[in-house]
């Protein structure tokens, strides 16, 4: 939460690529939400990512820097997909305070043979397999990893079964992904957007809860919903579902003209905005770091048309290095 709240005629509106928190205090919900604009298309755009998979990496995006900005040390928030799709990798992470770098791998002909058939939902680009979101604070500490199943599932789906299952939070969550077009003198230009709203019921009374007891194992028949029998749930749900794929997207609402259109009966509390770049973590003493734990056979085996050519596979950046640089190692 911001220490310093804005004064009447301070605050300004977060704008794109910035995640807004907020608190709507008479039904104990808290949330984030964010419109991701210039710094996806970005991303998107450097890899020339075909539309599916684009959209793919872009909901990847939304809920890593939703989740990711909820950090309150200094580590990593990581997101991925491994499965037997056509897209079978989708990567995405989150370095506090601002850093989100992401890539896809897909089988470029298994994707055209989906996309002649007109058959481009999540659940058949990604196929049957697991979702990681992983929370890394660094050397000397202990990774804490959430696994989900990815079987005919959409990212969505998948995050509120790892809300469900791992953190235990009652957890609602929307996102949208859409391609803006705008006018400009050389055309018409396509600009990647997504956006996306996340709510959590964290009361004050933990009798407010009444969650339903977690499964105890294989074959417990026992109600693991995780949703709380309890009013002040239930409206969000409904207020959430009353939101348009667009609001999320679309640059002339904001993210705090949102909150105000579902919460304005309540009264909602809109903190300072947290900013995401587009920023990679690789660099040449990294890279090189690397090499040089190679040994002669691996540099020469790594050697072509007289060099070594590392590039990164989230921003693309291309590391050239002379073999001979390493040959004492």
């Not at 697991?130 to 079987?151: E, N, P, S, W």
Request: a negative charge; proline letters at 6%; glycine letters at 10%.
């Amino acid at each position: 939460m911001a220490e310093h709240q804005p004064k009447l005629g301070e605050f300004g509106f977060a704008g794109d690529d910035h995640v807004v928190p907020y608190e709507v205090a008479p039904l104990d919900v808290r949330g984030r939400t964010v419109q991701l604009g210039p710094m996806l298309d970005a991303i998107l755009s450097r890899h020339d990512y075909p539309e599916p998979v684009a959209r793919l990496l872009a909901e990847a995006c939304v809920l890593t820097v939703l989740l990711g900005t909820s950090l309150k040390f200094e580590g990593k928030f990581i997101l991925q997909t491994r499965t037997d799709g056509p897209v079978d990798m989708l990567v995405a992470d989150f370095t506090t305070p601002h850093a989100l770098r992401a890539y896809a791998r897909f089988d470029a002909d298994r994707l055209q043979a989906l996309v002649a058939a007109g058959e481009t939902s999540q659940q058949k680009l990604l196929g049957t397999g697991v979702l990681a979101l992983t929370i890394d604070q660094g050397a000397h500490t202990q990774r804490y990893q959430g696994i989900v199943q990815l079987d005919g599932t959409s990212l969505e789906e998948a995050a509120r079964t790892y809300f469900r299952q791992s953190e235990q939070i009652p957890t609602d969550l929307k996102m949208s992904v859409a391609k803006l077009v705008t006018p400009g003198p050389g055309g018409a230009r396509e600009q990647w957007r997504a956006g996306g709203i996340l709510a959590q019921f964290l009361p004050q009374a933990p009798e407010r809860m009444r969650v339903p007891d977690i499964s105890g194992g294989d074959g417990d028949p026992r109600d693991v919903t995780h949703e709380p029998a309890d009013n002040s749930w239930r409206e969000l749900l409904a207020l959430l579902g009353t939101t348009e794929p667009t609001e999320l997207i679309d640059p002339t609402v904001g993210a705090e003209r949102l909150l105000y259109r579902l919460f304005h009966e309540h009264g909602v509390r809109v903190f300072r905005g947290v900013p995401v770049a587009d920023r990679c973590s690789c660099s040449r003493e990294k890279i090189r770091g690397i090499l040089e734990g190679f040994s002669a056979d691996e540099i020469k085996d790594s050697t072509e048309d007289g060099g070594i050519h590392v590039a990164c596979e989230f921003c693309s950046t291309q590391y050239d290095f002379d073999p001979a640089e390493f040959a004492a190692e």
